[in-house]
Each structure stands twice: as structure tokens, then as C-alpha cells.
């Protein structure tokens, strides 16, 4: 038997059932505005990827902060030791949702290219080693580095004729 529908609502009995699918009690209540429900997941309005551009977008990277040593200057025919500050060399991970749909972006630090402004650049796997000064240098080693064999006389200068420089830049790739 089908319930009586009224316009702002109907009656129905709720029944409540034990393990064997036996009634055990049940009762007649009124249901206002009873519409039917949907146990479906509802349709989502924003594509999947559009939500996982926004999550992807939302990751705040940092920029890295140049180390190298010696330092201030380089010296021709001297290695040159390059690192970024390690507590950048981690993934970053954000989140967006929107309707039913959840997507969440994870940028993790693959490589460090630097560019040592003469025209060469060094890809490093890692953020580099930092150098120590209080230990001796023979106790140290790196896996990024780079060695000048031109001096930089020429280059633009920020301060007087014998200021001139490379600009040294590195760039982190994330996957």
C-alpha cells in the first residue's frame, strides 16, 4: 500500500528489524516535505582535473636561497662549492575540494640547476653540501660544484671597475 502524499508532506510507518529481518516495533510518523532520497553520489559540476589544477596551483614553493664558498667571490681555477639551504629539499603538498570531488598536488624537489652566469650551467641531484669552516677542507667533499677558468673582468659591475661579476641563479625542479 502506497502512503497518502499531501502537498506539504505524508505519514509512513518506520519499522525497525533485528538480524533475521523480523519487525520488532514500529510506529506511524509524519514526514514534512517528504521528497525521496538518493543513496546515488550526486552529480559533480566541477571536472576532476579543474579541481586538481586548483590543488596543483595552491602549492606555495620556495625560492631558494644561494649558498657557495668561497664567498662572497670565486677564485679562477678553485672549485666552487654550490648549495641551497636544505630545509627547502622537501616535498610541499596541498589540497582542494569542490562538490564531491577532493584532488590533492604534491610538488617534490628533483634537481637544482644552476646557471653561473658566463654562459655555463651545473645540474645538481640534491640541494648540495653545505660547507663547513670549522672543519679542514680535506675532511669535506660535495657532489655540486663548479670551477671558474675565466675571470669575470668585463662583466657588468654593481660597485666601482673592479666589481665585476657573474650572476649566479639556480632553479629547483619539481615533479
Known amino acids: 500500500m502506497e502512503p497518502i502524499k499531501y502537498a506539504d508532506g505524508q505519514w509512513a510507518i518506520e519499522a525497525c528489524r533485528n538480524s533475521s529481518g523480523v519487525i520488532v516495533s514500529s510506529s506511524l510518523v509524519w514526514i514534512k516535505n517528504a521528497e525521496p532520497t538518493s543513496t546515488s553520489t550526486p552529480a559533480t ?25 668561497p664567498q662572497p667571490d670565486s677564485f679562477t681555477n678553485l672549485a666552487t662549492w654550490l ?49 663547513d669552516t670549522s672543519e679542514p677542507a680535506s675532511n669535506q667533499t660535495t657532489d655540486c660544484s663548479y670551477t671558474y677558468r675565466e675571470t669575470s673582468e668585463g662583466e657588468p659591475s654593481p660597485g666601482g671597475p673592479n666589481d665585476a661579476a657573474f650572476t649566479v641563479t639556480a632553479t629547483i625542479t619539481w615533479t
Open 45 to 69: 559540476t566541477t571536472p576532476p582535473s579543474t579541481v586538481a589544477k586548483e590543488a596543483e596551483g595552491s602549492i606555495h614553493l620556495p625560492n631558494p636561497t644561494i649558498e657557495t664558498n
Open 83 to 131: 648549495w641551497i639551504d636544505s630545509s627547502v629539499w622537501h616535498s610541499y603538498t596541498a589540497t582542494a575540494s569542490t562538490d564531491s570531488v577532493t584532488a590533492t598536488a604534491t610538488a617534490t624537489p628533483k634537481s637544482v640547476e644552476w646557471n653561473m652566469g658566463n654562459g655555463a650551467s651545473v645540474v645538481c641531484d640534491g640541494p648540495g653540501s653545505s660547507y
